[in-house]
């Protein structure tokens, strides 16, 4: 493997780890977010933002 996409993939894995150190701790409050999004596109008839990203 050549030493630039060694370093790549070192890299992605830091940013992999950084990532879910910040994310996995809030899941729950995403989740409330996203029913919360949903509650009011419900309401006003608007496309639901969690279907727009399946």
Same mark, same amino acid.
């Given at each position: 493997? #050549?030493?630039?996409?060694? @370093? *790549?993939?070192?890299?992605? #894995? &830091?940013?992999?780890?950084?990532? +879910?150190?910040? &994310?996995?701790?809030? +899941?729950?409050?995403?989740? *409330?977010?996203?029913?919360? @999004?949903?509650?009011?596109? *419900?309401?006003?008839?608007?496309?639901? #933002?969690?279907?727009?990203?399946?």
């Amino acid at each position: 493997m #050549s030493p630039i996409a060694q @370093a *790549d993939q070192e890299l992605e #894995s &830091v940013i992999r780890e950084l990532a +879910m150190h910040i &994310v996995v701790p809030r +899941m729950g409050e995403f989740d *409330d977010v996203c029913k919360i @999004a949903n509650r009011v596109c *419900d309401r006003y008839g608007l496309e639901k #933002s969690v279907e727009r990203l399946t």
